[in-house]
């Protein structure tokens, strides 16, 4: 109760949800003695797969003792899922404290809810100055809270595509922008560019970054990985091939995510990672409503044998590879949606292909959220799609039969949802 009252609090500070500028966290920072100058980061960035990438870094740092403060968002669960220090992710009296300083130090000045938030990471570091740092940036990059920092260890870039364009000008909505904004203020040190949908957003990329001093490396010249065994991939930079037995993670994208982790911690050499450590780390990586497979609850409950998947991918590219997913799995696939207003809910369901039912739902206390029924309007052309309330409802119309398979997915917000009643 403590917890929510502050961030209740934190939440009225400033009239938008989401103002991309930095001055107010960098004058609430000043304030705090700039925490953010004193850590060793690790900065990821792009539209998809930040999350599975930090979860195979800090899965690898871990097998090494390497202890990582971890900041990511949105939460899933619980907001202390943001904040994640010495390994552990922070405690409610602990996270209420750290909040109420900060709060007292900014002093009622306007300040965006996430700015708090990130500021409070920065702040909550100091206790934990040795530990290396995972940081994720989003939406924006150039106008991201998180993206105030001097100096850092090294960049991503995970795959970009087209997300928030409700952010950008209606005259340039466009894939080049998002790149421009998420690369342009990329720090000096190392540069590792994943692998992207297509040689047209890499060429971008480079472009984008052809004027950086940094260190540059690019899936498939300077590492790559090829699949040989049903159990195993092979991967190679300059310094060595490695056998690696495959993630845990389901889906072919969590091993370009598991490289692009793996070629980062290779090129940082002051980062003493050995090949026993990434092996382990790769297959013990987990990564929360990410084409998870769940496996018990009770909504899990009501289907018994059939096999059950909550993925929270929201945008095209997330569509994409979660549906060369479903196409490599012999089964009749239901799915399940509920979406956020501003995205784009066609294209996003233009990647699905043969699939055998189609339930719009509502998300519930989301108010940026597109209602079920308006949401089915929009996929009128897809066959066998129905709206019903609520996700129980949902599962409970979908007539399974042996071995069919059900997928619940399109927005962060649903799978926590899910969470809560399961």
């Given at each position: 109760m403590k917890l929510q009252k502050i961030v209740n609090r934190l939440q009225k500070l400033h009239p938008k949800e989401i103002d991309l500028s930095l001055d107010r966290i960098k004058n609430l920072c000043e304030k705090l003695g700039n925490p953010q100058d004193e850590i060793n980061c690790i900065q990821v960035c792009g539209t998809n797969g930040k999350g599975s990438t930090i979860s195979f870094l800090r899965s690898i740092l871990k097998e090494a003792n390497i202890k990582c403060n971890i900041y990511t968002s949105p939460h899933v669960i619980r907001i202390n899922e943001r904040f994640i220090y010495n390994d552990e992710m922070i405690s409610d009296d602990d996270l209420s404290n750290l909040l109420n300083e900060i709060e007292e130090v900014n002093n009622g000045q306007p300040l965006t809810y996430f700015e708090a938030l990130t500021a409070a990471f920065f702040y909550g570091c100091n206790r934990y100055k040795q530990n290396l740092v995972l940081a994720e940036f989003g939406l924006f990059g150039r106008g991201d809270a998180v993206n105030i920092l001097k100096k850092n260890l090294c960049n991503i870039v995970t795959s970009c595509s087209e997300d928030h364009l409700d952010w950008l000008p209606k005259d340039n909505r466009n894939i080049e922008r998002i790149i421009f904004e998420k690369t342009s203020s990329l720090l000096n040190s190392n540069i590792v560019v994943a692998k992207q949908s297509s040689e047209e957003i890499t060429e971008c990329i480079k472009k984008n970054i052809s004027n950086s001093s940094a260190n540059k490396y690019y899936f498939n010249e300077n590492y790559n990985f090829i699949l040989k065994e049903d159990d195993f991939f092979y991967y190679e930079d300059k310094y060595g091939n490695l056998k690696i037995p495959r993630p845990n993670l389901n889906g072919h994208f969590q091993i370009e995510n598991a490289s692009t982790a793996i070629a980062t911690l290779r090129i940082l050499k002051n980062i003493k990672i050995k090949d026993q450590h990434i092996k382990n780390g790769v297959q013990k990586a987990h990564n929360i409503a990410r084409l998870e497979e769940i496996k018990s609850g009770k909504l899990k409950g009501l289907i018994k044998n059939n096999r059950l998947f909550l993925d929270s991918s929201h945008n095209p590219g997330g569509a994409k590879v979660l549906n060369e997913?479903?196409?490599?799995?012999?089964?009749?696939?239901?799915?399940?949606?509920?979406?956020?207003?501003?995205?784009?809910?066609?294209?996003?369901?233009?990647?699905?292909?043969?699939?055998s039912s189609l339930t719009t739902i509502d998300i519930p206390n989301q108010p940026n959220a597109i209602g079920g029924e308006e949401l089915k309007n929009k996929f009128k052309d897809i066959p066998n799609v129905k709206y019903k309330k609520n996700i129980k409802e949902a599962i409970e119309s979908i007539p399974l039969k042996e071995n069919d398979l059900l997928v619940i997915t399109g927005s962060l917000y649903l799978s926590g949802e899910f969470f809560n009643l399961n």
């Open positions: 997913f479903l196409q490599t799995l012999d089964c009749n696939k239901h799915v399940i949606i509920g979406m956020m207003a501003n995205k784009d809910h066609e294209k996003y369901i233009s990647y699905f292909k043969n699939i």
